[in-house]
T-cell receptor
Framework: GAGVSQTPSNKVTEKGKYVELRCDPISGHTALYWYRQSLGQGPEFLIYFQGTGAADDSGLPNDRFFAVRPEGSVSTLKIQRTERGDSAVYLCASSSNRAGTGELFFGEGSRLTVL | DAKTTQPNSMESNEEEPVHLPCNHSTISGTDYIHWYRQLPSQGPEYVIH?????VNNRMASLAIAEDRKSSTLILHRATLRDAAVYYC???????????WGAGTKLIIKP
């Protein structure tokens, strides 16, 4: 597709379960971001990839959160032992430019609900 | 911490210009200012960005103060489809982070 694709669009899970959220960026985009957004708040930075490597993972809240981008394209955000506080919309964005100097293209997000 | 400050909400009449203010007093010389907007249940959408000079594109204009501590997003003729939350974002060149605030909810009255 032409835009950033995120799957699943909705995920309901139980506390303590493991969750994977996938992001397909726009083809050729080297920069990829993950954000988390709670209701009524702006997006909160989680991690930024430039190519295959995580250039900045300082936004990951704790070691239950991990993200990979093994081939420099698709990225997966992994959450272990989910907690109710992890419930949020997880947004992915990609860009062809060096971070922050150009337009970010966002997906529609994956809404995670932890019961 | 880098931070942007925006009004929680603003109202405007349809087909009138809208000026959305943003303060970013901690900005440094190499940090960009970005604006995005977000409609309900959608991901954010890019509007415009700039560094020092005023910028124009098909969606909006960005007026940046001479000291760069504030900026104004200008929608020249608001339509109902412009109703959204508008985020003023400070891009920190030092650590590649985009620092988002809570945004301004723009309400357009017909």
């Amino acid at each position: 597709g032409a835009g950033v694709s995120q799957t699943p669009s909705n995920k309901v899970t139980e506390k303590g379960k493991y969750v994977e959220l996938r992001c397909d960026p726009i083809s050729g985009h080297t920069a990829l971001y993950w954000y988390r957004q709670s209701l009524g708040q702006g997006p909160e930075f989680l991690i930024y990839f430039q190519g295959t490597g995580a250039a900045d993972d300082s936004g990951l809240p704790n070691d239950r959160f991990f993200a990979v981008r093994p081939e420099g394209s698709v990225s997966t955000l992994k959450i272990q032992r989910t907690e109710r506080g992890d419930s949020a919309v997880y947004l992915c964005a990609s860009s062809s430019n060096r971070a922050g100097t150009g337009e970010l293209f966002f997906g529609e997000g994956s809404r995670l609900t932890v019961l | 911490d880098a931070k942007t400050t925006q009004p929680n909400s603003m109202e405007s009449n349809e087909e009138e210009p809208v000026h959305l203010p943003c303060n970013h007093s901690t900005i440094s010389g190499t940090d960009y200012i970005h604006w995005y907007r977000q409609l309900p249940s959608q991901g954010p959408e890019y509007v415009i960005h700039g560094l020092t000079s005023n910028v124009n594109n098909r969606m909006a204009s960005l007026a940046i103060a001479e000291d760069r501590k504030s900026s104004t997003l200008i929608l020249h003729r608001a339509t109902l489809r412009d109703a959204a939350v508008y985020y003023c974002i400070h891009y920190m060149d030092s650590n590649y982070q985009l620092i988002w605030g809570a945004g301004t909810k723009l309400i357009i009255k017909p």
